[in-house]
């Protein structure tokens, strides 16, 4: 559902209101674990908790309401987008915090650091390979292997984010995004929308399950 393009009219919300709200949330997280007697690595923890929104559900709420385009919903999205972004260094952050003694400040940036030059890597790799691949699979004017080939590329950056130990949440929003920067992306939205409704019924009644 979003574009590189449409990416850079939310760069401001994402730039700017995502940190001011991911570090209100930890800063508030962090002074109610001090407050209440509980170590600063515990109120971190429960921030990084809390400041994560299902930017799934968000979306599929906003568009619904055909409210993606509107002031709020673009800050929604930038907001929900820098969450899913910091998502990958604050996987890597959970074992620092489970250590015992005290954490250092370099330790953390290089895993912070770390993690966004993965992620900024994995990107620019794939950026470079997709096209060629959905370009030979639509050349056998196949419709399934087309449509698995599609499948096939999403399901493999996913995997290799989540090889990477980062998510595989993180994987599908990247492919997501390099897909629809290529030619045949409407043509690709057309063909998995059914799977797409499938699999959200699907993750809402597991959730319900459990």
């Not at 994402?14 to 962090?30: A, C, E, K, Q």
């Not at 620019?124 to 499948?151: H, S």
């Not at 492919?175 to 059914?194: F, K, N, R, T």
Request: hydrophobic share 55%; net charge neutral.
């Amino acid at each position: 559902d979003l574009s590189l393009d449409e990416l850079r009219q939310v760069r401001r919300a994402f730039s700017l209101g995502g940190p001011v709200y991911v570090g209100g949330i930890l800063g508030l997280s962090v002074a109610l674990a001090v407050l209440f007697d509980h170590s600063p690595r515990f109120g971190l923890f429960v921030g990084f908790l809390v400041a994560l929104s299902s930017t799934a559900v968000v979306f599929k709420l906003l568009a619904e309401a055909r409210e993606m385009g509107t002031p709020h919903g673009r800050l929604v999205v930038g907001i929900c987008l820098f969450q899913d972004f910091l998502l990958a260094p604050m996987l890597l952050l959970l074992p620092v915090l489970a250590t015992a003694g005290t954490i250092r400040g370099g330790e953390v940036l290089l895993r912070l650091g770390g993690g966004v030059a993965l992620v900024i890597g994995i990107f620019a790799l794939a950026r470079l390979a997709m096209p060629w691949v959905l370009g030979w699979v639509a050349r056998t004017r196949v419709r399934e292997a087309f449509v698995l080939g599609a499948v096939t590329v999403c399901l493999g950056l996913a995997l290799a984010t989540h090889a990477a130990g980062l998510s595989l949440a993180l994987g599908a929003f990247l492919a997501g995004l390099l897909v629809s920067e290529c030619d045949y992306s409407h043509q690709i939205v057309a063909e998995v929308s059914p799977l797409r409704d499938l699999f959200n019924s699907i993750f809402f009644v597991s959730i319900g399950l459990l």
